[in-house]
């Protein structure tokens, strides 16, 4: 079993920040991109930003210059600094991760609970 927790959501003030934490646990024998989405309501889960095993990044066009995401592969952990936040970032933020089980073939896809951020005006 292979499981992504995060944590940091919460509310915030327009032009604050927050860092959200995503650690994945279980049987993992190692992890090749990690990334953030998000979903605000009645919209689609888009993506945020995304990191490689060797640590390059890309970014979603409205967050460029205020997010920045980053990984500790000791701790199979992803982390989002999120700066300048305005009320458009509200959303349930996911983490997400492509991993290879221990024992299983294969890239596989894992998805955390989703942590809420709510960013008043």
């Known amino acids: 079993q292979v499981q992504l927790v995060e944590s940091g959501g919460g509310l915030v003030q327009a032009g604050g920040s927050l860092r959200l934490s995503c650690a994945a646990s279980?049987?993992?024998?190692?992890?090749?991109?990690m990334a953030w989405y998000r979903q605000a309501p009645g919209k689609q889960r888009e993506l945020v930003a995304r990191?490689?095993?060797?640590?390059?990044?890309n970014y979603a066009d409205s967050v460029k210059g205020r997010f920045t995401i980053s990984r500790d592969n000791a701790k199979n952990t992803v982390y989002l600094q999120m700066n300048s936040l305005k009320p458009e970032d509200t959303a349930v933020y996911y983490c997400?991760?492509?991993?290879?089980?221990?024992?299983?073939?294969?890239?596989?896809?894992?998805w955390g609970q989703g942590t809420q951020v709510t960013v008043s005006s």
């Open positions: 997400n991760a492509d991993l290879v089980r221990v024992g299983v073939i294969g890239l596989h896809d894992y």
């Open positions: 279980g049987s993992i024998f190692s992890i090749n991109a």
């Open positions: 990191i490689s095993s060797g640590a390059r990044t």
